[in-house]
């Protein structure tokens, strides 16, 4: 388990909250990105449409 140091920490939420103050979402980055079919599932799927 890796822990992280007070500096790394704060550099992190401090990239969040401009993320968040620039009107970004990063809970819904988050989500859009592990909703997207893994490759097999996509070569499946890919396979079945040719």
Same mark, same amino acid.
């Given at each position: 388990?890796?822990?992280? %140091?007070? /500096?790394?920490? *704060?550099?992190?939420?401090?990239?969040?909250?401009?993320?968040?103050?620039v009107?970004?979402?990063p809970?819904? %980055?988050? /989500?859009?990105? *592990?909703?997207?079919?893994?490759f097999?599932?996509?070569?499946?799927?890919?396979?079945?449409?040719?």
């Amino acid at each position: 388990m890796a822990i992280m %140091t007070e /500096a790394v920490a *704060r550099d992190v939420a401090s990239r969040i909250l401009l993320r968040c103050h620039v009107g970004e979402n990063p809970a819904n %980055t988050r /989500a859009t990105v *592990r909703s997207a079919p893994t490759f097999p599932a996509f070569l499946d799927e890919y396979w079945q449409r040719m």
